[in-house]
Nanobody, 122 residues
Framework: QVQLVESGGGLVQPGGSLRLSCAASGSIYSINYMRWYRQAPGKQRELVAGLISDGRTNYGDSVKGRFTISRANGKNTMYLEMNSLKPEDTAVYYC????????????????WGQGTQVTVSS
């Protein structure tokens, strides 16, 4: 079994910064990709940023140049550095990890974090 624990959300003023963390633990053999999604009230969940195991990244158009996804060296923890935050960034942010468990390395499994609230408001 694998657990994802998110942290780092909160209330910040427009133009401010926050860093979200997502720590994966358990019987992990390998991680194929790590992603951040967000969902605002009344809206569909959208992809914010993704990080593939080879280091390639991709970002949603609305956050390009402001957000950075990264992974701690040698660890199963990823981050989302959010700068120049805007009120429209307000949402619940979820981490999503596709991985192979030590008990069944032939199968890729998706896991989701519990979500963390980010509110951008003055």
């Amino acid at each position: 079994q694998v657990q994802l624990v998110e942290s780092g959300g909160g209330l910040v003023q427009p133009g401010g910064s926050l860093r979200l963390s997502c720590a994966a633990s358990g019987s992990i053999y390998s991680i194929n990709y790590m992603r951040w999604y967000r969902q605002a009230p009344g809206k569909q969940r959208e992809l914010v940023a993704g990080l593939i195991s080879d280091g390639r990244t991709n970002y949603g158009d609305s956050v390009k140049g402001r957000f950075t996804i990264s992974r701690a060296n040698g660890k199963n923890t990823m981050y989302l550095e959010m700068n120049s935050l805007k009120p429209e960034d307000t949402a619940v942010y979820y981490c999503n990890v596709a991985l192979r468990e030590s008990t069944n390395i032939g199968r890729e499994v998706d896991y989701w974090g519990q979500g963390t609230q980010v509110t951008v408001s003055s």
